[in-house]
């Protein structure tokens, strides 16, 4: 993708297309976190992988910083905290076979917890073979303290059930977004 640069001074077009070192952006006070405060350097006029653009969104988490000081730099560009929500995820058990809500597992937990969502959705939909799911799970150990419902027609039963009362089967916050 071709990017206009011919507004830019050739040294500052020089030092912006030179490519980028992981691991090190451009300091506060380097001449291109300066032109890219100034406005000379934008995401607009600044190729991918460059300093240039390091020095752009170097510039951009600056501008944020300086408006909310008392927020991170992600923060101040409107992303929560991940400790702002607690994760959320629904199971079915057994035990007596019901659907349980999990509120602040732990991301292994919340991995698993999806796998096996997923895996329940499928078997719903008839792409996965009953005794394949059965197999899969009976021998998964328990997410959170709870033993995961393994018997296929169980499971099929209570997403029956949950549809028939229009109550969600399948309830997941990641507490990330």
């Known amino acids: 993708m071709a990017v206009d640069q011919s507004d830019l001074p050739p040294n500052l077009r020089n030092l912006a297309n030179r490519k980028a ?16 405060q100034l406005g000379f350097l934008r995401r607009g006029n600044t190729k991918k992988g460059t300093r240039g653009r390091q ?11 300086q408006r909310h000081p008392e ?12 400790t702002d929500r607690p994760p959320v995820i629904s199971i079915f058990v057994a035990d007596p076979p019901r659907q349980v809500v999990l ?38 150990r328990p997410i959170a303290g709870y033993t995961l419902l393994a018997d296929p027609d169980a499971v099929l039963a209570l997403l029956g059930l949950l549809r028939a009362a229009d109550r969600e089967p399948f309830i997941l916050d990641s507490g990330r977004t």
């Open 21 to 36: 070192t992981f691991g090190k952006p451009p300091t506060d006070r380097s001449v291109l976190t300066e032109a890219a």
């Open 71 to 82: 927020l991170s730099a992600r923060q101040a560009l409107g992303h929560p905290k991940s």
């Open 55 to 65: 020095a752009a969104e170097r510039a951009t988490r600056l501008r944020a910083r």
């Open 103 to 140: 509120e602040g597992p732990s991301r292994a937990d919340l991995s698993r917890a999806a796998k096996y969502d997923n895996a329940v959705s499928e078997l719903a939909r008839g792409r996965l073979a009953p005794d394949s799911f059965r197999r899969r799970f009976s021998a998964w």
